[in-house]
T-cell receptor
C-alpha cells in the first residue's frame, strides 16, 4: 500500500508570493492533517480535514488555508508568504474512526521563503 | 493550554546502557499520550501509545497522571535506536490533533 505522498518536495518562494502544497493520503484514509515543523517551534498543528470539511484548526493566521477533495486528497495554501513561513510542512493521514493519534506521515514539503 | 515538554534535546548513551527519554505534559482532562520516532532519512512514525500498554522494539512508556509524565524507557540501548523521538499529546475528541514536544535526539554509540 502506497504511503502518504506530498508534492512538491522542495520549493523556493519569495516574500509576498503564495504557495500550494498537495497531499495524497493512504488509500482508504479519510482524515488528513497538516503540521508545520520548524527548528524553533517543532511540530505545530495547522488543520485537519475529514470528508471535505475542516474539523479542527490550529493557531495560525488566516493566510494559511486548506481544503480536501472528494477523493480525500488535500491541499494547503499559504498566501502573502513571510520569511517565517520557511518550514517543513508535513501531511498525515489516518483511518476514519481509527485509533486516536495513529497518524501516517508523508515525507513533507520543504518551503524556503527568500 | 495543552503542552508537551521534552527537556533534553540530545541524549547520548553507549550501546547496552539503559535509556530514558523524558516527557511531561500539561492537560487538565484525560490525556492520550504517544511516542513518535523518526529514523535517519525516514518518515515520522508512531512508536507506541499509552493506551496499548505494549512494548515496541524493547521500548515501554508508562503514563503517570500524578506526575503528568510519559517517559520512554529501554533497558539496553542498541545502535539502531539512534533517532529523533517525539512525545505527543492527544485527547479523546475523535479528532486527530496532536500536540508534539520539541523532540529528543537519541544517539547510541558502539
Amino acid at each position: 500500500k502506497a504511503g502518504v505522498t506530498q508534492t512538491p518536495r522542495y520549493l523556493i518562494k519569495t516574500r509576498g508570493q503564495q504557495v500550494t502544497l498537495s497531499c495524497s493520503p493512504i488509500s482508504g484514509h479519510r482524515s488528513v492533517s497538516w503540521y508545520q515543523q520548524t527548528p524553533g517551534q517543532g511540530l505545530q498543528f495547522l488543520f485537519e480535514y475529514f470528508s471535505e470539511t475542516q474539523r479542527n484548526k490550529g493557531n495560525f493566521p488566516g493566510r494559511f488555508s486548506g481544503r480536501q477533495f472528494s477523493n480525500s486528497r488535500s491541499e494547503m495554501n499559504v498566501s502573502t508568504l513571510e520569511l517565517g513561513d520557511s518550514a517543513l510542512y508535513l501531511c498525515a493521514s489516518t483511518l476514519a474512526g481509527g485509533p486516536a493519534g495513529e497518524l501516517f506521515f508523508g515525507e513533507g514539503s520543504r518551503l524556503t521563503v527568500l | 493550554a495543552q503542552r508537551v515538554t521534552q527537556p533534553e534535546k540530545l541524549l547520548s548513551v553507549f550501546k547496552g546502557a539503559p535509556v530514558e527519554l523524558k516527557c511531561n505534559y500539561s492537560y487538565s482532562g484525560s490525556p492520550e499520550l504517544f511516542w513518535y520516532v523518526q529514523y535517519s532519512r525516514q518518515r515520522l512514525q508512531l512508536l507506541l501509545r499509552h493506551i496499548s500498554r505494549e512494548s515496541i522494539k524493547g521500548f515501554t512508556a508508562d503514563l503517570n497522571k500524578g506526575e503528568t509524565s510519559f517517559h520512554l524507557k529501554k533497558p539496553f540501548a542498541q545502535e539502531e535506536d539512534s533517532a529523533m523521538y517525539y512525545c505527543a499529546l492527544g485527547w479523546n475528541t475523535g479528532f486527530q490533533k496532536l500536540v508534539f514536544g520539541t523532540g529528543t535526539r537519541l544517539l547510541v554509540s558502539p
